[in-house]
DNA sequence: CAGTGGTCTAGACCACTGA
DNA sequence: CAGTGGTCTAGACCACTGA
């Protein structure tokens, strides 16, 4: 029997061989054990078994050969694509924990560049927030946002443990086009302290920019920790 | 009876929903049928069912609430526009000279992880190409490749000085998939040295594999300096 | 309370691989 | 051939939600 707390039977299995790898029990392109094998240490299904493996897979953490056998992969990434998509959501799909930590929520007046790329006047007012995203605990992402009274004149009272920005202003201002830049950058001292990382190691920085049919909504800058943090995509015809 | 060819069941699904969702069945936040619907629409058991549903949330399509149902998620998913560009082409088209300084280009035997990754058999020769690609005399990424003897059995023979592998690639081998992540790393010290930066200087890392309808055909690193290089893009409805 | 999704089980058949 | 992963089934128990 097990209690009602305790991770799901799969969960747990996942995680034994995500700390196994972690911790390199296994080098990369070496076989790790079979589903039967775990089967039989962990008392468990071979269903159970199955998608503890298929989801490491997913995450890109082991690599499976029908007929052969399952063989650990280059150590680990998590996945995105390049979509806009609520960095919650994309949490929880994760089965993992998010939470938010909110360091400025604020009004203030927007600098003559900023104002020009939100199509504002300069000195007008400009809704800024800095917010750091936790995966399971660990910093994700630090979003630095301004967002444009005129779209979202209620961006401020929205509680952003509990809403991202993301998923708020997808509702209250429908995106009609977006524009993008990808880079890695050194961190900075500041963003150092936020992620939890040192000053100078490499970040994935996405500046997002997105706009209404009429005016522009909100320009954000996504840093995310180079070790913790990819990008996925795929194309098809 | 199931023919051979045919999808699994648990894909058909997902597929039948995929295409109802594209085409606007459900809007956004609307109840799409239960489990128990799909289970009798389909007469497949429920497991099938949850798994296709399962992938659905984890690709953002769906959001599931547990003693609720099953909703349509807002769209967000936007085709990205990362195109496989040759660089050549990419530099010449902002008018600047491209040169590439090729170090590596050989045969070599596929390790195991590798010889997966390209479907080939462990043991199996692979052709290896390291090159680096400058901008105006300046270097701009380290093209560490890896190719399919099977898809371009005279890869080797290219002038790589004259010929990108990307466009000779394209032209022998045309691409039916790719996949790719970026992420942003620290330069190693061969990557450094090739270059011209610092060691654990910020890099913009895509890696990037291909493939035809039958097999993979290439796998390719490109590292790039974070100073000198951003992937820019643009999404409309 | 009925309906929902989350998960597990113990078996099954299959395709594929390498010895 | 034995071993592997891919997938399915038909049931089960559970937590959760909203009427």
């Not at 029997?1 to 299995?13: F, H, I, K, N």
């Not at 063989?71 to 390049?82: E, I, N």
């Not at 003559?112 to 000195?123: D, F, N, S, V, Y």
């Not at 950058?185 to 963003?191: F, P």
Request: proline share 7%; hydrophobic share 40%; aromatic share 6%.
């Amino acid at each position: 029997m097990v209690s009602p707390q305790a991770a799901a039977p799969y969960a747990q299995v996942k995680h034994f061989l995500k700390e196994q790898l972690a911790r390199g029990r296994w080098s990369p392109g070496e076989r790790m054990p079979s589903e039967a094998q775990l089967v039989g240490r962990f008392r468990v299904s071979r269903m159970t078994v199955n998608r503890a493996l298929r989801e490491l897979r997913d995450e890109g953490l082991v690599e499976r050969v029908q007929g052969v056998g399952t063989f650990a992969a280059q150590p680990g990434r998590v996945a995105s694509t390049l979509t806009i998509r609520d960095l919650h959501a994309e949490i929880a799909s994760r089965g993992h924990r998010h939470h938010a930590e909110v360091h400025v929520a604020r009004r203030e007046v927007a600098p003559p560049a900023l104002a020009a790329k939100l199509a504002l006047e300069a000195g007008a007012p400009v809704f800024h927030t800095v917010i750091v995203h936790h995966e399971n605990g660990v910093p994700l992402q630090c979003e630095d946002r301004y967002v444009s009274p005129v779209c979202a004149p209620d961006y401020l009272g929205v509680d952003f443990t509990r809403t991202t920005p993301t998923h708020y202003l997808l509702e209250v201002a429908p995106i009609w086009q977006a524009n993008y830049t990808i880079e890695a950058a050194a961190a900075s001292a500041e963003e150092a302290r936020l992620l939890a990382i040192e000053r100078g190691d490499p970040c994935l920085v996405v500046v997002r920019r997105t706009a209404n049919r009429e005016r522009p909504i909100t320009i954000a800058r996504l840093v995310h920790p180079g070790s913790r943090y990819a990008i996925e995509g795929a194309f098809a015809p």
